[in-house]
């Protein structure tokens, strides 16, 4: 045995090698891997077989014996419920900003290993983790769910913003539906305190109309009900412009100013990441007559919130600190008191209302 083991490993070395990089896998590099890792496995998966359930997920079903121990996450939400559900990863994918992770999550991930690119994990190292479970999505990993499975059981999210889902699923198959429950009760109750919050800081003018509008270095997107932080607003009862009040996820691509009457609200959400070129092409639209006579820009209710939180983290954990801040701009600082201090849930950059 310990001679098969060796082989493999040098012949999925050498499928990795220098002059290989940055091409296809072949079919005989798969076939090492999961052959490599049918081996390894069986002690890794043997620890706990107390009991096994079945977890439906976007590519199929995948049995799960026990509680998984070494976890691998390759997307951005899943690694925000890890952490929410109380289980450190052994392999997480690096974050889209503040690399190699989100600072609010470094904390719980100081034993983490970085496999690659949310875009483009690595097989090797992901397999070299031996892990017990993998977290994926349909939209980032489909392709590659065949040699994923054969690492390990192996899940797929239908949607990566989804955090609602994410933690349902997360929570089945690490045996911790009980945890995941709670999280999702303690957010909904949350919900419903922060949209009684507005309806009285608004009085009759309530719900309010917004646009959550995120600026590029040459265009601004234009985001749906339906993205990740556009449901939370849903969620508290604020209303949408007619040109995304029924379009699905994907977000609104602007390229001219003249469609700025299109985004027209009570008040403008705004995301931006700290760049030269998006601060530049934000003051090149905010200083536009089409954009001063909008209600948010005659009112001064725009506001500019936090990037990763609203958009770029996708998890439970982001969303209530998307929570903290949409209370911070309206009411005194949010105390929940159901959140573990680990969370951190009340320290939000909040950058208020633009004048």
């Known amino acids: 045995m310990a001679i098969k083991l060796l082989i493999m490993k040098g012949d999925i070395e050498r499928c990795f090698d220098q002059k290989h990089k940055g091409k296809a896998l072949s079919v005989m590099c798969f076939a090492f891997i999961a052959l490599y890792l049918g081996f390894c496995a069986v002690s ?3 620890t706990d077989n107390t009991s096994t359930r079945t977890v439906k997920h976007a590519l199929g079903e995948t049995v ?3 509680q998984p121990k070494r976890v691998v996450s390759l997307f951005q939400g899943a690694t925000d419920t890890l952490v929410a559900l109380g289980v450190e990863p052994v392999g997480v994918v690096e974050s ?8 609010y999550l470094r904390p719980q991930l100081k034993n983490v290993t970085y496999v ?18 993998i977290i994926a999505s349909r939209y980032r990993s489909e392709k590659i769910y065949g040699i994923l499975s054969q690492i390990a059981p192996t899940i797929a999210l239908e949607e990566v913003y989804d955090f609602r889902q994410t933690l349902k699923t997360t929570g089945k198959a690490l045996g911790r539906e ?42 601004v997107r234009l985001y749906t009900p339906d993205s990740f932080s556009g449901s939370i607003l849903s969620d508290l009862g604020f209303k949408w412009p007619q040109v995304v009040e029924d379009s699905q996820w994907a977000p609104q691509k602007l390229v001219s100013k003249e469609s700025i009457p299109l985004i027209d609200a009570d008040m403008y959400f705004v995301l931006m990441k700290d760049d030269a070129a998006v601060k530049k092409n934000y003051q090149s639209w905010s200083q536009h007559l089409l954009w001063q006579r909008t209600k948010a820009a005659k009112t001064h209710h725009i506001y500019h919130v936090d990037n990763i939180y609203w958009s770029l983290a996708g998890g439970i954990i982001s ?22 201090s680990n969370q951190d849930l009340n320290q939000i950059p909040h950058q208020g209302k633009l004048q």
Not at 118 to 127: G, R, V
Not at 186 to 215: A, C, M, N, V, Y
């Open 96 to 103: 889209w900003a503040q690399k190699p992770m989100y600072s």
């Open 319 to 340: 969303a209530n600190h998307m929570l903290d801040e949409v209370d911070t701009i309206f009411h005194p600082p949010y105390q929940s008191p159901t959140q573990g």
């Open 64 to 66: 799960i014996h026990g």
């Open 178 to 219: 009980n945890k995941s429950n709670q999280l999702l009760t303690d957010w909904q109750k949350r919900i419903i305190d922060t949209r009684h919050k507005l309806q009285e800081h608004f009085g009759k003018d309530w719900p309010q109309k917004i646009s959550l509008l995120d600026f590029r270095s040459d265009h």
């Open 116 to 133: 690659g690119l949310e875009t483009q994990p690595s097989l090797e190292d992901i397999a070299l983790l031996k892990p017990d479970l």
């Open 44 to 46: 890794a998966h043997a």
